[in-house]
Nanobody, 124 residues
Framework: QVQLVESGGGLVQAGDSLRLSCAAP????????RGWFRQAPGKEREFLAA????????YYSDSVKGRFAISKDNAKNAVYLQMNSLKPEDTAVYYC?????????????????WGQGTQVTVLS
């Protein structure tokens, strides 16, 4: 049963921007940390960014630091990933996940709930 829903993916040109959204029903996962991961064809799933349940602290992988920004709207119980200066190597399926401690984690195994993913394709 999918409880996290990603949206906002699409087909863009290199240098463009996209904002991904991760929604949860009602107040579900409101006290969980959320993270964004991606998986490109033939590659392992990769951590991108995480945000604590309060939204007060963010974590980024070196590969996207400075280009991507994670944020949270507590009123909407939604988390976003703003992606700027997109590159062809950013092409992947992007996943949102929820981590129960609320503190955030860079480790995939710490996340208990996952969305189905949204495709991002960046053309050169």
């Amino acid at each position: 049963q999918v409880q996290l829903v990603e949206s906002g993916g699409g087909l863009v040109q290199a240098g463009d921007s996209l904002r991904l959204s991760c929604a949860a029903p009602g107040r579900m996962f409101s006290d969980f940390a959320r993270g964004w991961f991606r998986q490109a064809p033939g590659k392992e799933r990769e951590f991108l960014a995480a945000i604590t349940w309060t939204g007060g602290r963010q974590y980024y992988s070196d590969s996207v630091k400075g280009r991507f920004a994670i944020s949270k709207d507590n009123a909407k119980n939604a988390v976003y990933l703003q992606m700027n200066s997109l590159k062809p190597e950013d092409t992947a399926v992007y996943y949102c996940a929820a981590e129960p401690s609320g503190l955030g984690s860079l480790k995939e195994d710490d996340y208990d709930y996952w969305g189905q993913g949204t495709q991002v394709t960046v053309l050169s």
